[in-house]
């Protein structure tokens, strides 16, 4: 379906139109133009420096473009939009706080009482699977669990969007499948858009609808893939997944080639 | 805590064993032996030191107190902003460096002869070291950390309580141990002008009075008051530093 009439049906849930963006005088994206529809799974991959992180605080509203509009649900997005929740590299916990508090601090910010921030934290870390650490500081956990905590604080304030920055690069073989999973299903229950941003190809194709390839210095978008069977153990082991990766790997590689030449 | 008292008392036996030794092989009877002092600890503690070291306690805690309300925020602000930085920071390396007690004449005189000149100079020893600290600490705050907290619908008040407080009081506390040697040395310099109160006048009152033993004793009275302020940051630390595995705390926990 073409972007007009996506947007027409409200099934874009984060637009960026044409978006730029810089640090002073270094340019980190140019003209980026990229949806991520409702209730959908949306991954960029691309080499480090290409403006990945970027566009994740852009998506945000925490950094302005220099050119452009980001809309979210079809409107201009601001800063600590409640609809959007961020999960930075290395997390983002505070470790000052313990894990109930960095699961209840999205909350306290927002004036919640302390029985309902009890009630959500309580709710949320259950999902996660990590009843009983509570009480434990950050550093005490596990790179696995720190993440864990980092998806209960994001979903304590039930965003209809998780935008997610590398998040289980650091993570064992083991770890990360296991977390990628409970993403998936746990946006699914939420009803909830996710745009993750990875270096991992395979990743990108067993978690995304769509990729989108990132590619440049200043980045921009280099290619546009559907998945339409993402999220499926079995298709992990399909030839059709390896070759989508492929044709992934094959256009990062030409974009790569193409810097050389010029 | 039972092993942590144990390690106290350890250390002080040795440092009460090397004590002897030196009285033994110092020549001339200038170091009384460590009993002698203790004993006449107990006999003046309660007539007279208690009340010295209280004035001296009483200065360095309102100097302390005074130099973070005052040097927190400032450093914060440095830190924090560019442009205040670019101002404050050549002026900040110009006064650092100068050696506060220089100016204590001039306190002096405009502060007048009593305790004020006495808080102001310690106050001014401090605050230098806690402003450098802070303005540091300050700066080196992840960014993550903030983009985080402004994720989740955080403003600058949200900002400073919930990241930029529990990020600094470790740089505070290190930084108020590592002063608090200075600031004892300027206190004890301050209280032999203009005073008949503090460990400062106390100590050379005792030596003009070639009363060698009654001088320990107040130096002795020195160590304490130091030690007394250390367990207090150290206690501060524990309470509000849990997060962090400090190996320093753990050693002596």
Redesign the interface.
Same mark, same amino acid.
């Given at each position: 379906m073409p972007t007009s009439s996506r947007r027409i049906l409200c099934l874009i849930m984060l637009e960026l139109s044409e978006c730029s963006a810089a640090y002073g005088p270094r340019a980190a994206l140019s003209s980026v133009s990229l949806e991520v529809d409702d209730r959908r799974t949306a991954c960029i991959v691309g080499p480090s420096g290409c403006g990945k992180t970027t566009l994740l +605080?852009l998506a945000?509203g $925490?950094k302005a473009p220099s050119a452009g509009t980001v809309l979210f649900d079809g409107k201009r997005i601001t800063?600590?939009d409640?609809g959007?929740?961020?999960i +930075?590299?290395?997390y983002? $916990?505070?470790?000052?706080?313990?894990v109930q508090g960095n699961v209840e601090?999205?909350l306290r910010?927002?004036g919640a009482s302390s029985g309902h921030r009890h009630c959500i934290a309580a709710r949320e870390i259950s999902n996660v699977g990590l009843e009983g650490c509570e009480s434990l500081?950050?550093?005490e956990l596990s790179g696995g669990q720190q993440q864990r905590v980092a998806i209960a604080?994001a979903y304590a304030?039930e965003p209809r969007l998780l935008l997610m920055d590398e998040p289980f690069s650091a993570l064992d073989a083991l770890s990360r499948e296991s977390l990628q999973d409970l993403l998936l299903l746990s946006a699914a229950e939420r009803k909830a858009a996710i745009l993750l941003v990875t270096h991992s190809i395979e990743e990108a194709v067993y978690l995304g609808h769509v990729i989108w390839v990132l590619a440049g210095s200043p980045g921009r978008v280099a290619g546009r893939f559907e998945n339409p069977r993402q999220g499926s153990r079995e298709f992990r082991q399909e030839p059709e997944f390896f070759r989508l990766c492929g044709d992934i790997r094959a256009l990062m590689e030409h974009e790569m080639e193409h810097k050389k030449v010029k | 805590m039972r092993a942590r008292f144990l390690g106290l008392m350890g250390g002080l036996a040795a440092l009460a064993a090397l004590w002897w030794a030196l009285a033994v092989l110092v020549p001339g009877g200038f170091i009384p032996a460590p009993g002698a002092v203790f004993l006449r600890f107990l006999v003046l503690f309660p007539r007279a030191l208690a009340a010295h070291s209280a004035a001296s306690l009483g200065r360095i805690t309102a100097a302390l107190a005074l130099s973070l309300l005052a040097a927190v925020p400032a450093g914060v602000a440095i830190g924090r902003s560019r442009v205040l930085n670019r101002v404050f920071s050549p002026i900040l390396y110009v006064l650092y460096p100068v050696p506060k007690i220089a100016l204590l004449p001039i306190l002096m005189l405009l502060f007048g002869l009593g305790d004020s000149s006495k808080v102001l100079i310690v106050f001014l020893v401090l605050f230098f070291q806690v402003l450098v600290a802070v303005r540091d600490a300050s700066r080196e705050v992840p960014p993550q950390f903030l983009l985080s907290l402004r994720s989740l619908g955080g403003t600058r008040r949200h900002a400073a309580l919930y990241v930029l407080a529990p990020a600094l009081i470790p740089a505070i506390l290190s930084c108020v141990r590592i002063g608090t040697g200075t600031a004892l040395a300027v206190l004890f310099f301050s209280e032999t002008f203009g005073t008949r109160m503090g460990l400062g006048w106390f100590v050379m009152e005792s030596w003009m009075r070639m009363s060698y033993v009654d001088m320990f004793t107040g130096i002795l009275c020195l160590g304490l008051l130091g030690l007394a302020i250390f367990l207090g940051i150290d206690f501060l630390q524990r309470r509000l530093c849990r997060w962090q595995a400090d190996p320093v705390l753990s050693a002596i926990r």
């Amino acid at each position: 379906m073409p972007t007009s009439s996506r947007r027409i049906l409200c099934l874009i849930m984060l637009e960026l139109s044409e978006c730029s963006a810089a640090y002073g005088p270094r340019a980190a994206l140019s003209s980026v133009s990229l949806e991520v529809d409702d209730r959908r799974t949306a991954c960029i991959v691309g080499p480090s420096g290409c403006g990945k992180t970027t566009l994740l +605080l852009l998506a945000a509203g $925490l950094k302005a473009p220099s050119a452009g509009t980001v809309l979210f649900d079809g409107k201009r997005i601001t800063s600590g939009d409640r609809g959007v929740g961020l999960i +930075l590299q290395q997390y983002g $916990l505070f470790p000052w706080f313990t894990v109930q508090g960095n699961v209840e601090l999205g909350l306290r910010i927002r004036g919640a009482s302390s029985g309902h921030r009890h009630c959500i934290a309580a709710r949320e870390i259950s999902n996660v699977g990590l009843e009983g650490c509570e009480s434990l500081f950050p550093r005490e956990l596990s790179g696995g669990q720190q993440q864990r905590v980092a998806i209960a604080r994001a979903y304590a304030l039930e965003p209809r969007l998780l935008l997610m920055d590398e998040p289980f690069s650091a993570l064992d073989a083991l770890s990360r499948e296991s977390l990628q999973d409970l993403l998936l299903l746990s946006a699914a229950e939420r009803k909830a858009a996710i745009l993750l941003v990875t270096h991992s190809i395979e990743e990108a194709v067993y978690l995304g609808h769509v990729i989108w390839v990132l590619a440049g210095s200043p980045g921009r978008v280099a290619g546009r893939f559907e998945n339409p069977r993402q999220g499926s153990r079995e298709f992990r082991q399909e030839p059709e997944f390896f070759r989508l990766c492929g044709d992934i790997r094959a256009l990062m590689e030409h974009e790569m080639e193409h810097k050389k030449v010029k | 805590m039972r092993a942590r008292f144990l390690g106290l008392m350890g250390g002080l036996a040795a440092l009460a064993a090397l004590w002897w030794a030196l009285a033994v092989l110092v020549p001339g009877g200038f170091i009384p032996a460590p009993g002698a002092v203790f004993l006449r600890f107990l006999v003046l503690f309660p007539r007279a030191l208690a009340a010295h070291s209280a004035a001296s306690l009483g200065r360095i805690t309102a100097a302390l107190a005074l130099s973070l309300l005052a040097a927190v925020p400032a450093g914060v602000a440095i830190g924090r902003s560019r442009v205040l930085n670019r101002v404050f920071s050549p002026i900040l390396y110009v006064l650092y460096p100068v050696p506060k007690i220089a100016l204590l004449p001039i306190l002096m005189l405009l502060f007048g002869l009593g305790d004020s000149s006495k808080v102001l100079i310690v106050f001014l020893v401090l605050f230098f070291q806690v402003l450098v600290a802070v303005r540091d600490a300050s700066r080196e705050v992840p960014p993550q950390f903030l983009l985080s907290l402004r994720s989740l619908g955080g403003t600058r008040r949200h900002a400073a309580l919930y990241v930029l407080a529990p990020a600094l009081i470790p740089a505070i506390l290190s930084c108020v141990r590592i002063g608090t040697g200075t600031a004892l040395a300027v206190l004890f310099f301050s209280e032999t002008f203009g005073t008949r109160m503090g460990l400062g006048w106390f100590v050379m009152e005792s030596w003009m009075r070639m009363s060698y033993v009654d001088m320990f004793t107040g130096i002795l009275c020195l160590g304490l008051l130091g030690l007394a302020i250390f367990l207090g940051i150290d206690f501060l630390q524990r309470r509000l530093c849990r997060w962090q595995a400090d190996p320093v705390l753990s050693a002596i926990r």
